[in-house]
Every structure is written in structure tokens, then in C-alpha cells.
């Protein structure tokens, strides 16, 4: 796990999620940053593309 911000990232959310209350999401090469909607400029948690797709395939 690390806690670098990605470099320009384009940050998406579910359509689904309220204004605000939601978790954003930046995919950068191997990497994938989540981020709390709420607060854009706060801290950015980053992990390998690999765990974050099998922590989604968890979800379904």
C-alpha cells in the first residue's frame, strides 16, 4: 500500500453516489488511487491494480 497521488489524475465516481458522499477513483498504469469525494486535496490512497481488482470482483 502507499499513499502517493498520482500524477494528473482523472477522477471518477459512480453515478450512483450522492454529491458527495462517495469514494473517487484515478486509474495510473499498474496503480489505482481512491480518494474521499469530500475532501479533494486530502490524503490519496494508492494500491497495485491486481488487489484493487479483486477486492471489486469481492464486492459482486
Same mark, same amino acid.
Given at each position: 500500500?502507499? @499513499?502517493?497521488?498520482?500524477? +494528473?489524475?482523472?477522477?471518477?465516481?459512480? +453515478? @450512483? +453516489? #450522492?454529491?458527495?458522499?462517495?469514494?473517487?477513483?484515478? /486509474?495510473?498504469?499498474? $496503480?489505482?488511487? !481512491? $480518494?474521499? +469525494?469530500?475532501?479533494? $486535496?486530502?490524503?490519496? !490512497? #494508492?494500491?497495485?491494480?491486481?488487489? /484493487?481488482?479483486?477486492?471489486?470482483?469481492? !464486492? @459482486?
Amino acid at each position: 500500500m502507499n @499513499r502517493e497521488k498520482p500524477e +494528473s489524475p482523472s477522477w471518477r465516481k459512480s +453515478s @450512483r +453516489s #450522492t454529491e458527495e458522499n462517495c469514494v473517487e477513483v484515478a /486509474f495510473a498504469s499498474d $496503480r489505482v488511487a !481512491l $480518494r474521499d +469525494s469530500k475532501d479533494p $486535496r486530502g490524503p490519496v !490512497l #494508492t494500491v497495485q491494480a491486481a488487489v /484493487f481488482a479483486r477486492f471489486v470482483r469481492g !464486492l @459482486r
